[in-house]
């Protein structure tokens, strides 16, 4: 079955073919490591997861590379404003590194909650500089940049279809882009590649380059980080659909410049969580982080599950009664779930051809362009199905959940009356331990010891769950 999704590039939905058989390249523009992640970004993270695991359920090797913007990411897009990583430091009198390190910690633990995979790749700007010192050599090299009052910037007119992706004209790209002139530009959205001439005399990230000390422009990183570890063709680029007329727009012209060919086959972006008709953002203060809605007494799966509900190319409207409506249905699906979990019979017959033809029909949803909600249909389909035996649900259901990642088959603790969790999650580690040493003595006997407790352990492909005998 082919895997069909919309292109931002020829904007239409098209079937997905990789560059090479089986295996997908796939860069996500990652976070600003300056505040933590808001519900709006992390939105973005849970679709990207969401395609990522839906191309690996039909069958594909994906390798993910994601950046982490530590530097050089000023507060308009477009090289205008004041350095994100430098107001980071200022609000909390720490350090710039400082800033970076915590914020990125904070993010991938905020991923580790959602259930979002790590990328094979994770790849900091930072880390990278002689790497983007490299890439803007070869730009130079083919003369797409000029110097001006120190800073390298990258000449928009000498790129062929500049603007391929946005499809703006230019008059409407100028407009979006501009908030202020810089008078060093040959053309108001030329860009920055290296900046020396910071208006930051403090600038504390510096470093050496050819055009002297100084730091990279936000755009470039991802470039040369993408063709560092992808090559330089690619797959599928994702991100915001407010990356499409400036980021990814100069992400091309110094890609595509450099190699003197197409780069990406597939751009793929995500639309924005909003509330009260605005978009959420950091700049605006006020946002929510997934900490927040924590304390409001909400999970961060209620949050995954609240965010699958709706396709990614679509505005998603945040309320806490909206999301509490998802928080009520997802609890309502992991009963129903326990109840046929909690009623399985180890030996029913497992019928091959009803579990291929559900897969197939879940397949059939996620592959034409992400309708995960249709998706969720043929879940709950599979539920009420009364031709299947309880054997055959859990088996689908656990393959769903390979996409969905809403831990379905664990079992709520609010049914487990008084057990003592913390024991049974530290023998099931324990368990875990001696499978891994191939001590299968010692994970029987504390399978047993478990079952004397009355916990019933049911091994997953995602890992142990338990139930109450
Ligand atoms: P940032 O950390 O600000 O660079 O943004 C990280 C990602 O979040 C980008 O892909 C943005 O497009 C995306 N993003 C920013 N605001 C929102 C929002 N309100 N809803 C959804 N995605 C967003
Ligand atoms: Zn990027």
């Known amino acids: 079955m082919s895997f069909n999704i919309y292109n931002t590039l020829t904007r239409d939905k098209d079937e997905f073919i990789p560059l090479k058989e089986g295996k997908i390249g796939m860069y996500t523009c990652g976070p600003t490591v300056y505040n933590y992640a808001h519900i709006g970004n992390l939105r973005m993270y849970i679709f990207e997861d969401t395609l990522r695991r839906s191309l690996e359920y039909s069958g594909y090797k994906v390798k993910h590379v994601m950046n982490v913007t530590d530097v050089g990411h000023l507060e308009s897009d477009t090289d205008e404003g004041e350095d994100k990583m430098a107001l980071g430091a200022k609000r909390e009198n720490k350090t710039v590194w400082e800033i970076a390190r915590f914020y990125e ?42 110097i001006a009052n120190g800073n390298v910037y990258f000449e928009i ?20 882009a501009r ?18 001439n910071s208006k930051f005399s403090n600038q504390i990230m510096q470093w050496d380059s050819p055009w002297g000390k100084g730091f990279p422009g936000w755009h470039i990183e991802c470039s040369a980080m993408s063709s560092k570890y992808l090559g330089d063709r690619i797959d599928i680029h994702c991100g915001g659909v407010d990356h499409i007329p400036i980021h ?11 190699s003197g060919h197409k780069w990406v086959n597939y751009w793929i972006h995500g639309e924005f969580l909003v509330v009260d008709g605005g978009k959420m953002s950091k700049s605006s ?41 998802a928080q009520n249905a997802y609890k309502k699906l992991k009963k129903r779930i ?21 897969k197939q029909k879940f397949l059939e949803q996620i592959s034409d362009d992400l309708n995960i909600p249709n998706a969720f249909t043929v879940l709950s389909d599979v ?13 689908l259901i656990e393959d769903f959940d390979l996409v969905l990642s809403l831990d379905l088959l664990m079992i709520e603790t609010e049914s487990t009356g008084d057990v003592d969790e913390e024991l049974v999650n530290q023998l099931i580690n324990e368990r875990n331990q001696a499978r891994k040493d191939k001590n299968w003595a010692g994970a029987d006997e504390i399978r047993n010891r478990l079952l004397e407790m009355n916990i019933e352990l049911l091994d997953t492909k995602e890992g142990t769950t338990w139930k109450v005998k």
């Open 105 to 146: 910690d904070a993010f991938f633990e905020d991923c580790e909650r959602l259930n979002i995979k790590r990328p094979t790749v994770v790849c900091r700007a930072t880390d990278h500089i002689q790497d983007m010192i490299d890439f803007i050599q070869r730009l130079k090299e083919k003369g797409y940049t000029y």
């Open 157 to 176: 007119d000498k790129f062929k279809n500049y603007n391929k992706l946005a499809n703006l004209n230019m008059d409407e790209l100028e407009a979006g």
């Open 179 to 196: 908030i202020e002139v810089d008078k060093n530009k040959k053309n108001p959205m030329d860009f920055v590649l290296w900046f020396t």
């Open 248 to 258: 990814h727009t100069n992400e091309i012209a110094q890609s595509e410049g450099a």
């Open 285 to 325: 203060g006020g946002f929510l982080t997934l900490s927040k809605l924590i304390e409001e007494g909400f999970s961060p799966l209620d949050y995954r599950y609240f965010c699958l509900q709706s396709r990614y190319r679509k505005q998603l409207m945040f309320s806490y009664e909206n999301l509490s409506d």
């Open 338 to 358: 326990a109840a046929i979990v909690n009623d399985m019979d180890e030996n029913d017959t497992v019928n091959d051809a009803s579990i291929n033809a559900y």
């Open 383 to 395: 539920i009420k199905d009364n031709s299947l035996n309880n054997m055959e649900k859990v088996i």
